[in-house]
């Protein structure tokens, strides 16, 4: 059954519109639909039974305990509808104080009330709730400690460019799951618990995106919650805030502070090295700059926790990393002096991979390219439909156009119209549901094939071009990030050319 249908159905009327939302991380995706009568639902189109039913099992056990969710009021298969908990989202509401560092009374009212809730869900929520129903598990266990640690190595720490003695790292990893198994737990682990999944209805914090949520301990969603990277959280309001939690978990039963302290300490480790892992990917492997400019203050959280004694060459190794130098782009840059050799994977063509490299000098003109050492120049359109497709003024003709307007569009939110696809906000809301993820890795397969053979017959010249409806958003997007990627990868000069925007760029 449709949204639409199910809407009606409860309803007793067809909704007159139906307005696709920002959705999750998730392939999941989130429609407002309003009736005639102005009432809103949010409607869901899941893709996975299991996630779905994750989701559905503990929304209605959280709401029976009276924890601040969304009623899910109707459902079919994958489709569900849920009440419309507004547009506001506790992270835009601390939008002010996450870019000064300095949050205002209002803010930490906001966050108070946040971290007061949290003892109800991890604990009050776990009674009686199947856990068997958990998406992708049931408990926080030895395999996803190692999926995150290998995450933080094979993502980070392998691109950083240190080099590191791989045996002695496991040898410290094995210990730190150990001790991070080392209690028993029959609580609620949230997973994802961040100001994005939090929303504000009548200035009270409600909670959405807790389907991949399992048994598990404490510690980690307030580590995950106050020691988030970008929050930029002082010290100060750092503790007050803990504070706020431990006074509100001590009416579940007594609280050891100090053993509470010392275990927490292992969680904002852990949780440390699974997000510079994220960072890593999607930053210095992708070159995504709102990830990339994470690493700086992830690296700062993690020198504030060192030594850790039980794990002396893990420490060690991360000393190393935080003797980096940190640019004002917010990559990475190793320091020889501090960890040595940082040479990097060579690429197919026998040079160094630049992932610790600054890949696009930003700029507006006609700038000329800086080497002319390759023989084979790639023109890259960004453009609008509606003003043409780019000529080919080298004369070859050929080439690629290729047309993003498959892909969900942010130029229609109000919020994005005066942005661009270069910008921070419109990225993270392309990358959420992979989209255009998917669309540019059938891109790159084609693309890179053409090059691989041009560079062997000696040709000088490929245009690829991106067009969608304004030549903002989508297009601008998947032109920067094709020139990022083979730039990265061949030895090619990029002529990168966003038409609409007057922007020109030698690579």
Not at 144 to 152: S, V
Not at 238 to 244: A, D, S, T
Not at 309 to 325: I, M, Q, T, W
Not at 448 to 471: I, K, N
Request: hydrophobic share 40%; with cysteine.
């Amino acid at each position: 059954m449709s949204l639409e249908s199910l809407f009606e159905q409860y309803t007793g009327a067809a909704p007159v519109s139906s307005v696709a939302l920002t959705g999750s991380a998730s392939h999941r995706r989130y429609f407002r639909l309003t009736g005639a009568d102005g009432r809103t639902l949010i409607g869901v189109e899941g893709t996975d039974a299991d996630e779905n039913r994750a989701f559905l099992t503990i929304d209605r056990h959280f709401a029976a305990k009276g924890i601040n969710v969304p009623k899910v009021v109707a459902e079919d298969g994958l489709c569900y509808l849920q009440e419309d908990l507004g547009t506001t989202v506790l992270y835009d509401a601390l939008a002010a104080g996450r870019a000064s560092g300095n949050y205002h009374a209002d803010e930490i009212s906001l966050l108070r009330k946040t971290l007061a809730a949290l003892p109800k869900i991890q604990v009050e929520g776990a009674r009686g709730l199947d856990f068997s129903v958990c998406y992708p598990q049931p408990s926080f266990d030895a395999r996803m400690i190692d999926f995150d640690l290998n995450y933080f190595k094979y993502d980070f720490l392998k691109l950083s460019g240190l080099e590191f003695n791989e045996v002695l790292l496991q040898d410290d990893f094995d210990r730190f799951r150990t001790d991070l198994l080392a209690e028993d737990s029959d609580t609620f682990l949230y997973r994802d618990f961040n100001a994005r999944n939090v929303m504000l209805v009548g200035g009270e914090p409600y909670f959405i995106d807790f389907q991949g949520g399992r048994r598990g301990p404490v510690y980690y969603d307030v580590a995950s919650f106050l020691w988030q990277a970008r929050a930029r959280y002082p010290e100060a309001l750092r503790e007050e805030l803990l504070q706020v939690y431990l006074d509100a978990l001590r009416a579940y039963g007594p609280v050891d502070e100090a053993h509470f302290r010392e275990r927490l300490r292992l969680f904002i480790l852990f949780r440390m090295l699974q997000v510079l892992g994220c960072y890593g990917y999607r930053g210095l492997w992708e070159g995504n700059k709102s990830f990339s400019s994470s690493i700086p203050p992830a690296l700062a959280i993690v020198k504030s926790l060192l030594p850790f004694n039980g794990y002396p060459y893990l420490s060690e190794v991360l000393a190393k990393l935080c003797g980096g130098d940190l640019s004002p782009e917010g990559v990475f840059f190793s320091k020889p002096s501090a960890i040595g050799d940082c040479s990097v994977p060579p690429t197919a063509s026998g040079g160094p991979l630049p992932l610790m490299q600054p890949r696009v000098a930003t700029g507006s003109g006609n700038n000329t390219p800086s080497d002319s050492s390759s023989a084979l120049t790639v023109t890259i359109y960004s453009f609008s439909f509606r003003k043409g497709i780019p000529e080919d003024t080298s004369g070859n003709g050929g080439g690629y156009v290729f047309d993003c307007r498959s892909v969900h569009n942010p130029g229609k939110y109000e919020r994005f119209k005066q942005l661009t696809g270069l910008d921070a906000p419109v990225i993270e809301f392309l990358e959420q549901d992979g989209e255009i993820l998917r669309f540019l890795d059938h891109v790159y397969a084609l693309v890179d094939a053409h090059v691989e053979r041009f560079l062997e017959r000696g040709f000088t010249h490929l245009q690829v071009s991106f067009g969608c409806t304004g030549g903002q958003h989508r297009s601008a997007y998947s032109a920067q990030h094709l020139a990022e990627h083979l730039v990265g990868k061949y030895p090619v000069r990029i002529h990168l050319i966003h038409r609409e925007r007057g922007i020109e760029q030698w690579l």
